[in-house]
């Protein structure tokens, strides 16, 4: 965390609380289990919004590599 650039970093949580909490929390359950997309296809009850992840992934998008991959992994599930 010392490495990231002052900047950089006050952008990221910038744009993290322009999210709002609703959008937060479904992003953090995406970080903990990205394949939870998956659920979509089987039916089951998730109380993971894909358009949720879409708008957060668009707004967050190059600002952090994992982040980045987590979300993208989510919605190609979620597309399939």
Do not use: K
Not at 19 to 29: M, N, S
Not at 43 to 49: F, H, L, W
Request: hydrophobic share 40%.
């Amino acid at each position: 965390m010392y490495d990231t650039d002052p900047a950089d970093l006050i952008e990221f949580a910038s744009r993290w609380m322009e999210l709002g909490a609703a959008v937060t929390e479904q992003v953090a359950q995406v970080l903990d289990d990205p394949s939870c997309g998956s659920c979509w296809n089987e039916g089951t009850e998730s109380s993971v919004n894909p358009a949720a992840i879409e708008l957060a992934y668009h707004r967050l998008q190059g600002l952090n590599e994992g982040i980045d991959e987590a979300l993208t992994e989510f919605l190609e599930s979620v597309a399939e």
